[in-house]
């Protein structure tokens, strides 16, 4: 039995399924496979399944996967060398009877033509004989877009070089992908002073998962907080003051 939605359904469980993917020349098997693995990355994060060298790695056996997306072991065999192939997994041998670290990766929009740039070098040196026809089509089209357009991140990096008033910008939120003038952040502090260092660490997540961007980012930073304060005004102090003819 199903249901319409409203606004106090409770949304289901659900895998993140992020927008770069939906450009991606890869199988629909392998994208699933993606959601899966990061959906598990999470899991690792918050246990603190990290590394000596801090990056979150997650353990998933071939059995429960295989039993989860319903497919057979090769096919699952061939999405992740799909991933690994497309610079989304790294996958680390750890031994004889030793589950092997899967590192699930994102890509970064300041860097996506030296992202495409490694993935196209590394997809030289993947020796094709090892793969299934279906990867092996999958590598024969290299130099995969990470992303929907390429002439407007193009614009965007090079719009990003400079600020409004000519100042270079600098990098801000955790995955340095939001970027502002000193001058741009000073102005959006003194404005939305209790906000705009949340929104800067949100516009970075939201960027770095989607894919998406914005052509200035101090003008949809403030965009993002004049919306917020519409949609969740302050309560102040109570207005006890009365009209004339009313009584206390």
Partial sequence: MTEYITA????????????????????Q????????????????????????????????????IVEILDKS????HSAL?????????????????????????????????ETLDMTSRKLDTVPKENFTNEVKKTLDTTSRK??????????LKENQTKGASGEPPAPFGRYKNVFLTE??????????????????????????????????????LSSWAEREKKENPKKGIPDYSYKEGESL
């Fill in 8 to 27: 106090d359904t409770i949304i289901p469980p659900f895998l993140p399924y992020p927008r770069f993917l939906l450009k991606m020349d890869i199988s």
């Fill in 183 to 220: 001058s741009e952040y000073a102005e959006l502090k003194r404005e939305y002073p209790d906000s705009i260092d949340r929104l800067i660490e949100e516009m970075s997540r939201y960027i770095s998962s989607s894919g998406n961007d914005y052509m200035c980012h101090a003008a949809a």
């Fill in 146 to 155: 990470l992303y929907p357009n390429q002439l407007n991140i193009n614009k």
């Fill in 73 to 76: 072991a090769m096919t699952v």
């Fill in 81 to 113: 060398n799909e991933l690994d192939a497309s610079g989304l997994l790294v996958r680390e041998r750890r031994g004889f009877s030793t589950p092997n670290r899967l590192y699930v990766k994102v890509p970064e929009v300041p860097v996506v033509k």
């Fill in 29 to 64: 098997t392998a994208k699933l496979l993606y959601a899966l693995l990061l959906d598990r990355s999470t899991l690792s994060q918050k246990n603190g399944w990290q590394d000596t060298e801090g990056r979150t790695y997650i353990v998933y056996p071939i059995t429960e």
